[in-house]
């Protein structure tokens, strides 16, 4: 399997409520790592995965959390949505290896509303 | 912590070069990528630099001065389709060496 795969594409939901979104790496990549970026910002790092551990973490608070699992998926869970939350969630893989780079999936647009 | 400055905005002509600046001031240092993210699509891997230095691929060009904190992406030949938002990205030496991306510069090619 090749690319990196997100689902849902697109999302609304409520504040208050809470919302799972999906992330299939590549064959192969150990590292995940999730992102936020809005609306003509730059994606803003969120954690990272490597082999199902949590191995870094940006400024995001605990309502934000995450899984990784040995089929190379991973999941990002946001709890009490808030309206600011609104954003495109991107997943990257990489074999491991700051030259190898990142891979991008095409991310999720979470509404709150 | 990081810190990663590039313009907002740039417009170029079809057929002209254009280079855009990214300068960084960070606290730990293991690389610098550059990445293309056409509107709702994925970002996508230009270039990578760890040492200072030219790296060249076709019509892409990626600069690196560590020195400096300084690194430019160089595009000549531009088409339409190069029309984008250009990420600079540096990547930290901490655990999990995470990527801090730039706010992006949108690349605005006209005929």
């Known amino acids: 399997e090749t690319g990196v795969t997100q689902s849902p594409t697109h999302l609304i939901k409520t504040r208050g409520q809470q919302v799972t979104l999906r992330c299939s790496s590549q064959?192969?990549?150990?590292?995940v790592s999730w992102y936020q970026q809005a609306l003509g910002q730059g994606p803003q790092f969120i954690f990272q995965?490597?082999?199902?551990?949590?191995?870094g973490r940006g400024n995001f608070p605990p309502r934000f959390s995450g899984l990784q699992f040995p089929n190379y998926s991973s999941e990002l869970n946001v709890n009490a949505l808030e309206l600011d939350d609104s954003a495109l969630y991107l997943c990257?893989?990489?074999?491991?290896?700051?030259?190898?780079?990142?891979?991008f999936g095409s991310g999720t647009r979470l509404t709150v509303v | 912590g990081q810190n990663i400055d590039q313009p907002t905005e740039m417009t170029a002509t079809e057929g002209a070069i254009v280079q855009i600046n990214c300068t960084y001031q960070?606290?730990?240092?293991?690389?610098l990528f550059w990445y293309q993210q056409h509107a709702g699509e994925a970002p996508t891997f230009l270039s990578y630099?760890?040492?200072?230095g030219l790296e060249e691929k076709g019509r892409f060009s990626s600069f690196l001065s560590r020195s400096k904190g300084y690194s430019y992406l160089l595009l000549k030949e531009l088409q339409m389709k190069d029309s984008a938002s250009y990420l600079c990205?540096?990547?930290?030496?901490?655990?999990?060496?995470?990527?801090?991306f730039g706010g992006g510069t949108r690349l605005m090619v006209k005929p």
């Open positions: 990257a893989s990489s074999p491991g290896g700051a030259d190898y780079g990142y891979t």
């Open positions: 064959s192969g990549h150990n590292t």
């Open positions: 995965y490597y082999r199902e551990e949590e191995n």
């Open positions: 960070t606290s730990g240092f293991n690389g």
């Open positions: 630099n760890v040492l200072d």
């Open positions: 990205a540096v990547q930290g030496d901490n655990a999990g060496n995470m990527l801090t």
